[in-house]
């Protein structure tokens, strides 16, 4: 696995746009970066993935810079209840395995 | 609905009392897993299962045991549980092709 570092807390207005940060220098050509967000003691949930395009879900988007050091994702207009801890993950290509570190705990405050 | 469900949510139990947790999806997925979660460690694998009757040893296997006998169940077996495996348990299962996992909701353990 590619190591990533996430600000360990972010805040974000009700109705703006959250931009997540990780970095994951290390991370290899065919690696995929993985978001997943834990709200509260819930199952972990699954946004989105990419290897080196923008991707856009119904959940969110991922830019991935062009040389795949670092990636943002975006929730275009956060809401409450979007508050919860994100994770950033680089499983080893081909890897089945993810490895949690302690993400970003994004607060949207009203 | 694809979801992955697990029973019981919450659970109770006394020290060497064998316990299951059971886990099924209705994804198709071959890939399993199991997690637990604890304050300050964060998540972290137990056991996986790549396909029925292929099971293997994730990051903190001891004390657990598994069987994967038809594809969409994975039960967690505690055979002698113990105070130090209260926690909070999660199955997941994950897509082949784009190997996103799904998680359950979650079972929370309190071994006495």
């Known amino acids: 696995d590619a190591k990533t570092t996430q600000p360990p807390s972010m805040d974000c207005a009700e109705g703006r746009a959250a931009n997540l940060p990780c970095n994951h220098s290390?991370?290899?050509?065919?690696?995929?970066v993985y978001w997943y967000r834990q709200i509260h003691s819930q199952g972990p949930q699954y946004i989105i993935h990419g290897l080196k395009n923008n991707e856009t879900n119904e959940m969110a988007s991922l830019i991935i810079t062009e040389d795949r050091k670092s990636s943002t994702l975006i929730l275009p207009h956060a809401t409450l209840r979007d508050t919860a801890v994100y994770y950033c993950i680089a499983p080893g290509a081909g890897s089945y395995q993810l490895t949690f570190g302690k993400g970003t705990k994004l607060s949207v405050i009203p | 609905e694809a979801q992955v469900t697990q029973n019981p949510r919450y659970l109770i139990t006394v020290t060497g009392k064998k316990l299951t947790v059971t886990c099924s999806q209705n994804?198709?997925?071959?890939?399993m897993s199991w997690y637990r979660q604890d304050p300050g460690l964060g998540l972290r694998q137990i056991y996986y299962s790549m396909n029925v009757e292929v099971t293997d040893k994730g990051d903190v296997p001891e004390g657990y045991k598994v069987s994967r006998k038809e594809k969409r169940n994975f039960p967690l077996i505690l055979e002698s549980p113990s105070p130090n495996q209260t926690s909070l348990y999660f199955c997941?299962?994950?897509?082949?092709?784009?190997?996103?996992?799904?998680f359950g909701p979650g079972t929370r353990l309190l071994v006495l």
């Open positions: 994804m198709n997925h071959e890939y």
């Open positions: 997941a299962s994950t897509d082949y092709q784009t190997r996103a996992q799904y």
């Open positions: 290390t991370i290899s050509g065919n690696e995929y």
